[in-house]
């Protein structure tokens, strides 16, 4: 492998992955071993942070902890534009924000609903946990 992928996951696959397992965890298990190159934005921990203490009410030290551990092995961008694609639900554009400011090669997403349902934005293609586990290992076979 020539590069390093370079990767945006939506916040559903963060979830799934600290949370249930499968193959979403072993995507972020590839970003902490420095097997891809994961990118997040300010945004997407924020929604990340509401979701775990809204959802599966855990408490701030918690999600403190979880947050300062992703930020160990993520790049975090700031990105310039502001989109306004998925107008049904803004937090989904905040994935779309983050994966052109960093140049994504995937955006690995959970949402079948809005994100998936794209298939591709601006070149960059949408797809879930398996199928970039199939998309990873095919490379490195």
Known sequence: MSHKLRIVFDTNIFISAIIFGGNPRKCLEFA???K???FTSKAILLELAEKLSDKFFWNEVEIKDVIQGITVFTAIV???????????DPDDNRI????LEAGADFIVS?????LLSLKSFRKIPIISAKEFLDVFYNQIT
């Open 78 to 88: 700031s990105p310039s534009k502001e989109l306004g694609i998925i107008p049904e």
């Open 96 to 99: 779309l924000e983050c994966a």
């Open 32 to 34: 902490r071993n420095k």
């Open 36 to 38: 891809i190159q994961l």
């Open 110 to 114: 959970g949402d079948k609903k809005h």
